[in-house]
């Protein structure tokens, strides 16, 4: 018995030498145990305090840089937030980590000019490397002003004036109403002065007695009918139908009397077109303009747009309201003006009602605002851009698509011919036997 504890307590026993005081001393395994869990307690907490001194310090490194890309190198590079500087290596304290890519949005960043020295303001994109005075906001009205400006010009003038029209339409308006107050019952004196207050000053009770002066003096010239009939329209003159139908009929015989426009060019320059280039935003002017479009140049296209452009700027303004309603509704078959379909405003706002493979680039729509319920369904050809009241010739459409189409196969013993449309990526057939194309060889067996 003694001798197995004696073996026991051996075994149980370890020489240790303390490393502070270089004693050497017998330690029972419980103390070297409780010596090796310290140990190891001690090493567990120096690991955790690196490991979170690294992670407070690569919080911190997040913090205090930020990673750029370089256009020009194509590559990312690392910035100091606070210095400044610069480096194409990431922080080392990061190891395998690195910083999170920047976000794909403009900030607003200063430089300093090297000749005045003075901080300049300029936008960045740190994902994309792109630099730019302007900011997002900036450049989005920046946009919008220059889409409007190039919107108004296609509106306003088909073709703008030049330099020296430009120069002598000043000078016309300038010397229009000295010319009267020197010479008030010249004729030319007193249509160029209604013409001025007409479409430059816009003061429609001065204009009135002026124009029906000289209308009485001279009832064919066909700048002072043009003129006048286009004030009549203007200033929704009572009774609407006896005003609009009076106004075509002067129209009609400016037109006989002067069909290429030469004696009504300078008013349209002068007057007309000049009023809008000088106030693009005065829906008066705008009116005129749009008149002139509708009853003299007939480009009923560019009249709907600048009603338009009048309507977007004062969607109240009564002239142009009247003026636009009676537009549209003379725009149907039967009125004044007429054309085989509707404009290209009212395909936008019509929705489709059916389409057939036979009909190829033909649909029906039918527009929901249409004033008349008689004339709400219509053909429209996507393809180019055509609208019509009333059902396409379908023959006529059978060979145009055969002009613009490859054959791809022909069956002699079945008498039919195979046409492949590129246009709208879809085969046809012709039945020689029938004299008929169809969409399906099903029609032509």
Request: with cysteine; charged share 30%.
């Amino acid at each position: 018995k003694q001798n197995e504890l004696i073996e026991w307590l051996i075994r149980r026993i370890s020489v240790r030498q303390d490393e502070q005081t270089g004693v050497t001393r017998l330690t029972l395994q419980c103390e070297a145990d409780e010596d090796i869990e310290r140990y190891v307690a001690i090493k567990l907490q120096a690991r955790w305090r690196m490991r979170s001194s690294k992670h407070i310090v690569q919080e911190k490194v997040h913090k205090e840089y930020e990673k750029i890309y370089d256009k020009g190198h194509k590559r990312y590079y690392y910035r100091n937030i606070n210095t400044g500087k610069r480096q194409w290596d990431k922080p080392f304290i990061l190891d395998g980590e690195d910083l999170i890519d920047p976000k794909d949005e403009w900030r607003q960043e200063e430089m300093i000019d090297a000749i005045t020295g003075r901080k300049i303001a300029y936008y960045h994109n740190h994902a994309t490397g792109q630099t730019s005075r302007f900011s997002v906001h900036s450049a989005a009205k920046l946009v919008q002003r220059k889409f409007r400006q190039l919107h108004e010009r296609d509106i306003l003038s088909s073709s703008g004036l030049e330099f020296i029209q430009v120069v002598k339409a000043l000078k016309f308006i300038h010397t229009t109403q000295e010319k009267f107050e020197k010479y008030p019952t010249k004729l030319s004196n007193r249509v160029n002065y209604a013409l001025y207050c007409h479409t430059i000053q816009f003061d429609l009770d001065v204009a009135r007695p002026i124009y029906k002066d000289a209308l009485e003096k001279s009832p064919s010239h066909p700048t002072i009918t043009r003129s006048y009939g286009i004030f009549l329209l203007a200033s929704c003159e009572a009774p609407r139908v006896a005003t609009f139908e009076r106004a075509c009929s002067l129209f009609q015989d400016a037109k006989a009397g002067d069909p290429d426009l030469r004696m009504f060019r300078a008013a349209i320059d002068n007057f007309f077109h000049w009023a809008v280039l000088a106030n693009p935003r005065n829906t008066m002017a705008l009116l005129n303009y749009a008149l002139l479009h509708q009853c003299v140049l007939c480009d009923y296209y560019r009249a709907e747009k600048i009603y338009r452009r009048a309507l977007d700027i004062d969607p109240t303004n009564r002239f142009v309201v009247q003026n636009y309603e009676l537009f549209e509704e003379q725009r149907y078959p039967g009125g004044a003006y007429a054309g085989l379909g509707p404009s290209i405003f009212v395909v936008k706002r019509s929705l489709v009602v059916q389409e057939k493979p036979e009909w190829g680039e033909w649909a029906l729509m039918v527009d929901p605002l249409c004033p008349k319920k008689s004339f709400e369904h219509f053909w429209h050809n996507r393809l180019r851009k055509l609208t019509r009241f009333k059902e396409p010739h379908w023959k006529e459409c059978w060979i145009e698509r055969v002009k613009r189409s490859q054959c791809i196969s022909t069956n002699t013993k079945a008498n039919w011919v195979e046409y492949y449309d590129k246009t709208l990526h879809m085969s046809f057939f012709y039945s020689r036997s029938t004299n008929q194309y169809v969409c399906s060889q099903q029609g032509v067996r």
